[in-house]
C-alpha cells in the first residue's frame, strides 16, 4: 500500500510537443504529492506539489492533474525544451505528523531539437 | 547559503572496506534523511533523522548505519562494504512538519560509491 508506481520509464518528446509522465498510488491517507525533477550528475529538485483539495496545479509550462477517485497524479510539460531533458519523479506522503516521501521509479525525459 | 552538501562526491571501496558518508546542511532543518538510487528503483529511504541525537530506519536499512551528533551534520557509515551496496547516494534534510513547514526535501548532490 506504500507504493508509488510511474510511467513510462523513459521518454522522447520533440521540441515543443507535450510530456506526460503518470503516477498512481494505493495508499488513500497520501495528501501530498511532489514531483521532483533531476538533472544528471545533480540532486532532486522540487519541481511542483500538489494537495488533493484541487483537480489541478499550473506554474508556467508545468501541470500537476490530481485525481482522487482514480487515485492517479500525472505531470504535464507543456512546449517541452531540451533543457527539460532530466530524470523526473513522483511521490506521496501525508502531511500530518512525520511522514516519510515514498518515491516513483522515475521517468527519464528527453526532448529532442 | 551552500543547502546541502556531500563528501566525498565519488568513491571506490573494495568488498569488506568500511567508509562513513558525511552529510550538512545550514538551514537549520530538523529533519534529514539518507537515500540510495539504483536504476529503476527511484529513491531508497536508508535512514533518516527527526531531530539531534535521533535516527530511524528507512525502507533499507541494512547493512547502513547513521549518526547525527549534531542538528547540521547526518552521516552514513558503510561496516563491511558488499557490492550489492554500490549506487548514487544522496542525502536531503527538510523543515520540522510539525512547526508548520513546508515538505520539500532539499538534496544534496550526491556520492556515488562503486564497491569491488
Same mark, same amino acid.
Given at each position: 500500500?506504500?507504493?508509488?508506481?510511474?510511467?513510462?520509464?523513459?521518454?522522447?518528446?520533440?521540441?515543443?510537443?507535450?510530456?506526460?509522465?503518470?503516477?498512481?498510488?494505493?495508499?488513500?491517507?497520501?495528501?501530498?504529492?511532489?514531483?521532483?525533477?533531476?538533472?544528471?550528475?545533480?540532486?532532486?529538485?522540487?519541481?511542483?506539489?500538489?494537495?488533493?483539495?484541487?483537480?489541478?496545479?499550473?506554474?508556467?509550462?508545468? $501541470?500537476?492533474?490530481?485525481?482522487?477517485?482514480?487515485?492517479?497524479?500525472?505531470?504535464?510539460?507543456?512546449?517541452?525544451?531540451?533543457?527539460?531533458?532530466? $530524470?523526473?519523479?513522483?511521490?506521496?506522503?501525508?502531511?500530518?505528523?512525520?511522514?516519510?516521501?515514498?518515491?516513483?521509479?522515475? $521517468?527519464?525525459?528527453?526532448?529532442?531539437? | 547559503?551552500?543547502?546541502?552538501?556531500?563528501? &566525498?562526491?565519488?568513491?571506490?571501496?573494495?568488498?569488506?572496506?568500511?567508509?562513513?558518508?558525511?552529510?550538512?546542511?545550514?538551514?537549520?532543518?530538523?529533519?534529514?534523511?539518507?537515500?540510495?538510487?539504483?536504476?529503476?528503483?527511484?529513491?531508497?529511504?536508508?535512514?533518516?533523522?527527526?531531530?539531534?541525537?535521533?535516527?530511524?530506519?528507512?525502507?533499507?536499512?541494512?547493512?547502513?548505519?547513521?549518526?547525527?551528533?549534531?542538528?547540521?551534520?547526518?552521516?552514513?557509515?558503510?561496516?563491511?562494504?558488499?557490492?550489492?551496496?554500490?549506487?548514487?547516494?544522496?542525502?536531503?534534510?527538510?523543515?520540522?512538519?510539525?512547526?508548520?513547514?513546508?515538505?520539500?526535501?532539499?538534496?544534496? &548532490?550526491?556520492?556515488?560509491?562503486?564497491?569491488?
Amino acid at each position: 500500500q506504500q507504493q508509488v508506481k510511474q510511467s513510462p520509464q523513459s521518454l522522447i518528446v520533440q521540441k515543443g510537443g507535450i510530456s506526460i509522465i503518470n503516477c498512481a498510488y494505493e495508499n488513500t491517507a497520501f495528501d501530498y504529492f511532489p514531483w521532483y525533477q533531476q538533472f544528471p550528475g545533480k540532486g532532486p529538485a522540487l519541481l511542483i506539489a500538489i494537495r488533493p483539495d484541487v483537480s489541478e496545479k499550473k506554474e508556467g509550462r508545468f $501541470t500537476i492533474s490530481f485525481n482522487k477517485s482514480a487515485k492517479q497524479f500525472s505531470l504535464h510539460i507543456m512546449d517541452s525544451q531540451p533543457g527539460d531533458s532530466a $530524470t523526473y519523479f513522483c511521490a506521496a506522503t501525508r502531511s500530518t505528523g512525520f511522514q516519510k516521501l515514498v518515491f516513483g521509479t522515475g $521517468t527519464r525525459l528527453l526532448v529532442s531539437p | 547559503n551552500a543547502g546541502v552538501t556531500q563528501t &566525498p562526491k565519488f568513491r571506490v571501496l573494495k568488498t569488506g572496506q568500511s567508509m562513513t558518508l558525511l552529510c550538512a546542511q545550514d538551514m537549520n532543518h530538523e529533519y534529514m534523511y539518507w537515500y540510495r538510487q539504483d536504476p529503476g528503483m527511484g529513491l531508497r529511504l536508508i535512514h533518516y533523522s527527526v531531530g539531534e541525537g535521533t535516527t530511524a530506519k528507512g525502507e533499507v536499512p541494512d547493512g547502513y548505519n547513521v549518526s547525527r551528533l549534531k542538528k547540521q551534520n547526518f552521516l552514513l557509515g558503510l561496516e563491511s562494504a558488499a557490492p550489492s551496496q554500490t549506487s548514487v547516494y544522496f542525502c536531503a534534510s527538510s523543515y520540522s512538519r510539525l512547526a508548520g513547514g513546508a515538505d520539500t526535501q532539499y538534496f544534496g &548532490p550526491g556520492t556515488r560509491l562503486t564497491v569491488l
